[in-house]
């Protein structure tokens, strides 16, 4: 019987080997999280080599690219497959993250900010352009992460690495208004979700100085879908569009909806 049991155990580790699953990323999980989330859900990956081709950030969600086992030997491959994005932007605010989870680093009235205003700034990004890392990212820059530099604050001795990104296409699919209770609730509710030293305890006394829980201020959000190649950075767009518009902005919400062929509606929960 244990011959048996063991020649089942080893069927059935060969027959996980070369997977690529679709993984759905909850908002506040990091992708490593999610692979542990999976060991969970799928007791048969416990012993699998498991890694993700293409991170996503905490306050993102969507398609993350699950490699099992000898699949990791084509992880090049599935990090170049190209990205969609469903991207909320919030008007009248700027973090050190360009997303709710940093510092607040500037604000600004957003009264200006019209659907053929935002519409006419994303036509900026469309095509070919040169797009630097965001200070918090995972990128190496003289041995050391980008965020590394960043919470030392001595991003200043560096010169910003960028690389070149194709927008295929991006535009708006609608304006809404936040009403500020509703978005001091948003906020807490997902910076509560992460683990791990994100800075959160900081992040929430900064965001409670400039937003009431009683307050009764409104600010213009624009939904965004973008597809472009990998490495594009959808929370930088989002920044971008507000220095572009000279109007502080971030990401509010970050849908990866499709990596290559692999979309969210098909993604494992």
Avoid at 72 to 92: C, I, P, T
Avoid at 135 to 140: A, H, M
Wanted: hydrophobic share 35%; glycine share 8%.
């Amino acid at each position: 019987m244990a011959d048996i049991l063991n020649m089942e155990r080893t069927s059935q580790r060969k027959s996980q080997a070369g997977q690529v699953l679709n993984l759905y990323k909850q908002l506040g999980e990091t992708p490593r999280e999610r692979l542990e989330r999976l060991r969970v859900q799928r007791p048969h990956y416990e012993h699998e080599v498991l890694s993700y081709a293409g991170r996503l950030d905490p306050m993102a969600e969507g398609v993350l690219l699950c490699l099992v086992g000898s699949a990791n030997k084509r992880r090049e491959a599935y990090l170049e497959l190209s990205k969609e994005y469903v991207l909320d932007v919030l008007f009248g605010f700027s973090t050190d993250t360009y997303d709710v989870l940093g510092r607040v680093t500037d604000t600004g009235d957003p009264a200006t900010i019209t659907r053929a205003l935002v519409q006419k700034g994303l036509n900026e990004f469309r095509g070919h352009i040169e797009q630097e890392y965001p200070p918090y990212s995972s990128k190496t820059v003289e041995g050391k992460s980008l965020f590394e530099w960043a919470r030392n604050n001595t991003l200043g001795a560096l010169v910003m690495p960028s690389r070149t990104v194709t927008i295929h296409h991006i535009d708006i699919e609608g304006m809404y208004k936040v009403p500020e209770a509703a978005l001091l609730q948003y906020i807490e509710d997902g910076v509560t979700r992460v683990n791990g030293d994100f800075r959160q305890e900081e992040t929430m006394r900064l965001w409670k100085r400039h937003l009431k829980a009683d307050g009764t201020r409104e600010f213009p959000a624009a939904t965004v879908r973008i597809e472009c190649t990998s490495g594009t950075y959808a929370r930088s767009v989002a920044h971008g569009l507000g220095v572009e518009l000279g109007v502080p902005a971030l990401a509010l919400h970050i849908l990866r909806t499709k990596v290559g062929d692999y979309s969210s509606d098909k993604s494992l929960k």
